[in-house]
């Protein structure tokens, strides 16, 4: 069995049991959107791909992020979504990704309500990135996102929200991973605590 496979394994036993936790804001009405957590094995190792977002785009331009988007109305569930998204921005067809589950929801600040959900991308895919949604794509080893000496936080005031909160970030060489990626990225990691998979990647607690 190899790396990924062993944590996949062990993330799909977790999420099995896990009830994905649901956004609550009263008085604030969400846009629904869904994104991809794409797995996939490199040089006998676990990562996760993430997009870079074209400079042109209105909304986050040159953020790293996951494969996401808002629910179209022919979307049939917040997976579909996920999917759907993922196949037009990379060319990853729903047949290619093993889907392990679905993780906690979380709001953002630009009034969306995220779906993240967990899956592994078949060997030997070939991405074909849509150049007007990705500029790039990243490809980062599990074991460097769970490295707790690149993670940090910061209180960034939310005029939505008239108050201030917490926002993740993750530095990995000069890519800033930040924001609802990095928090799902955190919660993530902490619903893995005391998986053997998990643990072996990370060289301390969280």
Same mark, same amino acid.
């Given at each position: 069995m190899t790396a990924l496979e062993a944590l996949a394994a062990a993330w799909r036993e977790?999420?099995?049991?896990?009830? !994905?936790? =649901?956004?609550?804001? !009263?008085?604030? *009405? &969400?846009?629904? #959107? #869904?994104? &991809?957590? $794409?797995l996939v094995e490199e040089a006998g190792e676990p990562h996760f791909l993430f997009t870079r977002r074209p400079l042109h785009l209105? #909304?986050? $331009?040159?953020?790293?992020?996951? !494969?996401?988007?808002?629910?179209?109305? =022919?979307? *049939?569930?917040? &997976?579909?979504?996920?999917?759907?998204?993922? *196949?037009e921005e990379l060319g990853v067809p729903a047949s290619a990704v093993e889907v392990l589950g679905q993780l906690d929801e979380l709001p953002t600040p630009s009034g969306y309500r995220v779906r993240p959900f967990l899956g592994v991308l078949r060997p030997g895919l070939v991405l074909r990135p849509n150049a007007e949604e990705v500029a790039e794509v990243l490809r980062v080893p599990v074991r460097v996102l769970v490295d707790p000496a690149r993670r940090r936080t910061e209180l960034h005031e939310v005029p939505q929200l008239g108050r201030q909160v917490e926002v993740d970030y993750l530095d990995v060489g000069e890519t800033v991973i930040w924001g609802a990626t990095a928090r799902i990225l955190r919660n993530l990691f902490e619903l893995s605590a005391g998986l053997p998979a998990f643990e072996a990647l990370r060289p301390e607690a969280w």
């Open positions: 977790r999420l099995a049991s896990h009830a !994905p936790r =649901a956004v609550h804001l !009263p008085g604030f *009405e &969400l846009k629904a #959107s #869904s994104v &991809l957590m $794409p209105r #909304s986050h $331009p040159g953020q790293i992020s996951f !494969p996401g988007g808002g629910q179209d109305a =022919a979307d *049939e569930t917040p &997976l579909h979504t996920a999917l759907r998204e993922a *196949e």
